[in-house]
């Protein structure tokens, strides 16, 4: 049953009461516009179709439904509405699989039967199937869970069980294999206790604290939508690919996030699937007018290295849409280049191949309306906000008229180009699709005084050679609207462009900016390193000194508990159900500059590396509130493992000196913390002297400790992503693109300090 609500509360925040949410929750949601009304029309809409309340369990598969959603499928949120409204989708499990159904069968009619078979509806999970399931499971796996004993991967006991009840609850899988394991191993031991203990490196030093069990889990840094697995350690680019890579099945591009469905798109898939035979396809798209450098080496990797992972083929195919920039001994160096990394491609092809095929697509997209030729001179087009073309507006007979005469050389350079109607991403109108250059091309002579640009060039080359992933660095994000939007103007084939190669382990601008290094750091840090035309490896300390700098002035202090353990004061001075504010400054050292209130209550959570049963007789106090706590009881699971402390608490000036003064929260707000480490252990790891073995050798496999049972105060329930904090004794942090409306991500941007342990 709902919690009752206020009387303040609006008729809209009432309602999402109604179906369960906590009342901070649904002020939260009530906030979010796009989100609110569309929770607020799928709750009405549920109530239309049934007499009967909406129970909190329906409220949370509705909320799921309107977040969740991919947009391709939009259509059917109301079938999806009614289902959960009459408790045929009564689960996470079967809303997903509906989900996945209609991904799969996007075009109309549905085919209902196959549809709710799919779906699980109707289905019923015992108590005994579950009990079952994961009985012939753990007897499986017998030998080793007796071998390795806490050490063995429950994971895979968890998939195995789901993938026998796909449609039971994961909670109660989870449960059953706890209890079934803990039957066959009983109690850890302290050889188990032992085991678990932080490993080291080579060089004896111990490796970045981790998280529990409990609380980690092998996730996805955003990649379009969830694709790179958080556990990266790959000893090769293969390795890397197979197992910690999640990409869509080839023939499955609809399923993607962002992508277009149109009347043809499955018609066009499965043409798609019959060319590759269902095999992966990627290209190496380079301009050859230069030596490739050391990115190029990156994006050489990622095609070739999926395509090879997956059992598929990589393309070589040459951007040669500038005949005025390119010279026959690039062509060679880069496949000689490509070879030399020990890749060999499954074709080598080159823009102009095609320029017949994309000439008559420019044509077709002149005749849907979509595509004018404008006389517009490069300088008027210069800029982020040109003034729109006069010319926009040309019939169609027109434009098919006036294009012919730039190819056949009426127009000087300049004088006229073909520009597609199409909005970009960062506010770009109307990009060029052709331009006239009087120049011979290497491969095709005199034949064209037109040719295509790569915004035009790039989606149709990759559509004409049935590309299955079009693998993309950041640089080109603005263009992947235009891309989807072109190929389904000139109804082809339509690849799907994968992109966001924003891992905040690495050092782009655009990692760096997502972990939460604020520019000034950047631009001081570019400045201190002078000068200087030679090559030399700098020591990424330097610039987290100038993050330190920047963000000790900028950074607002906050508590988060990132591997909280509950604690009682047994003895709370204000009472057992109370709850009192306490004022925290932002900038203790400039209390001038504001604070913030945060709530204390006789439950608090500290973090579990301030515990030690060694030393339960030392007190603690907690910052901010004037109370020292001494520990009274130790409350432990059946395994022995630490679940919550019992404490008393003194005033501060009644109390002998504690051991410290820690931090902590209370009626904390969930969410997630990512803690980031050096992604190698040596300071050139492509220096033999240093990194015995090779750079893959030094990666350190700790990069990224990922914590989802994490607490912080209510105060940050409603922050931004990108907004950064200093987390009292923690470190710097950033607020990062992955959190949703349920939880907030953080990323570690620095710890407080440097640490002396790194290289």
Wanted: hydrophobic share 35%; charged share 25%; net charge negative.
């Amino acid at each position: 049953m709902a919690a009752p609500a206020s009387a303040a509360m609006s008729e809209r925040e009432l309602k999402f009461v109604q179906i369960g949410l906590s009342e901070q929750k649904a002020k939260e949601t009530a906030k979010n516009a796009a989100l609110s009304q569309g929770l607020y029309d799928a709750i009405l809409a549920a109530e239309r179709t049934t007499s009967q309340p909406i129970t909190k369990a329906m409220g949370n598969l509705l909320y799921h439904v309107v977040t969740k959603m991919k947009g391709q499928i939009k259509q059917y949120e109301p079938l999806l509405i009614e289902y959960v409204a009459k408790g045929k989708l009564d689960s996470e499990a079967k809303l997903s699989a509906a989900m996945d159904y209609l991904l799969t069968h996007p075009e109309p009619p549905l085919d209902t039967k196959a549809f709710e078979t799919h779906s699980g509806v109707g289905v019923v999970v015992s108590p005994d199937q579950i009990e079952k399931a994961v009985e012939d499971v753990v007897n499986t796996h017998r030998e080793k869970l007796v071998e390795d004993r806490y050490q063995f991967n429950v994971g895979i006991l968890l998939a195995e069980a789901r993938a026998k009840l796909p449609f039971a609850e994961g909670k109660f899988i989870k449960n059953e294999v706890d209890l079934q394991v803990l039957h066959l191993l009983g109690p850890k031991s302290d050889a188990d206790l032992q085991k678990a203990s932080r490993p080291k490196t080579k060089g004896g030093k111990e490796r970045p604290k981790a998280c529990t069990p409990r609380d980690t889990q092998s996730v996805d840094i955003h990649l379009n939508s969830d694709v790179i697995s958080a556990d990266t350690g790959a000893n090769t680019m293969e390795e890397l690919f197979r197992t910690k890579v999640h990409f869509h099945k080839p023939g499955e591009n609809q399923k993607t996030e962002g992508y277009i469905v149109t009347p043809t798109t499955m018609t066009h898939l499965k043409h798609h699937l019959k060319v590759t035979g269902g095999k992966v396809r990627t290209r190496f798209p380079p301009e050859p007018n230069g030596i490739l450098h050391i990115g190029h080496a990156k994006a050489i990797n990622v095609n070739f290295g999926y395509a090879k992972a997956q059992g598929g083929v990589c393309f070589l195919r040459y951007d040669d849409t500038n005949p005025e920039k390119e010279e026959e001994r690039f062509f060679a160096g880069i496949q000689d280049m490509v070879q030399w990394l020990g890749y060999e491609p499954y074709k080598v092809t080159h823009a102009s191949d095609y320029f017949d095929d994309l000439y008559v697509l420019a044509v077709r997209l002149i005749q849907r309306g979509l595509a004018y030729v404008c006389h517009q001179t490069a300088e008027e087009l210069k800029g982020f906000n040109p003034p729109p073309s006069p010319y926009r507006d040309r019939t169609i007979e027109q434009n098919l008229r006036l294009f012919e005469d730039m190819r056949k050389g009426k127009f000087n350079e300049g004088e006229a180009t073909l520009r597609m109607k199409v909005t970009l991403e960062e506010g770009k109108q109307d990009p060029v699709a052709y331009r006239v250059r009087f120049v011979p091309h290497p491969r095709t002579g005199d034949k064209w005084c037109i040719y295509p640009t790569y915004d035009f060039t790039h989606c149709l080359c990759d559509s004409l050679e049935h590309i299955t992933h079009s693998l993309c660095t950041k640089e080109f994000q603005s263009r992947r609207s235009s891309y989807y939007w072109l190929c389904n103007a000139v109804d082809v084939y339509c690849p799907v462009q994968w992109e966001d190669w924003d891992d905040p382990r690495l050092y782009t601008l655009t990692a760096l900016r997502r972990r939460g290094f604020p520019p000034d750091a950047i631009n001081n840090f570019c400045a201190k390193l002078g000068l200087t035309g030679s090559l030399s490896a700098v020591d990424p300390q330097l610039l987290e000194a100038c993050v330190r700098d920047s963000l000790n002035l900028t950074a607002p202090r906050v508590m988060c508990v990132v591997e909280p353990i509950k604690v009682t004061i047994t003895n709370f001075p204000h009472g057992q159900n109370a709850e009192v504010p306490v004022t925290v400054p932002d900038f203790p050292a400039s209390p001038e500059r504001g604070s913030h209130t945060v709530t204390l209550a006789n439950v608090v959570y500290i973090e579990v590396a301030d515990f030690r049963e060694s030393r339960r007789q030392q007190s603690v106090g907690l910052r901010h509130t004037g109370l020292v706590i001494s520990i009274s009881k130790v409350i432990k699971d059946a395994a022995g493992d630490v679940q919550e402390l019992e404490v008393t608490c003194q005033k501060a000036e009644d109390a002998e000196k504690p051991r410290a003064f820690i931090h902590w929260v209370s009626k904390p707000v969930n969410c997630e913390v990512r803690l980031y480490d050096r992604l190698f252990f040596h300071k050139n790891p492509e220096d033999p002297s240093e990194a015995v073995g090779g750079f893959l050798n030094d990666v350190n496999r700790d990069a990224m400790t990922i914590c989802t049972d994490s607490l912080i105060d209510q105060s940050l329930a409603s922050c931004s992503v990108l907004d950064k904090f200093q987390f009292e004794r923690l470190g710097y942090f950033c607020v990062d693109q992955d959190s949703t409306p349920e939880k907030i991500v953080f990323n570690r941007t620095v710890t407080l300090k440097e640490d002396s342990g790194k290289n």
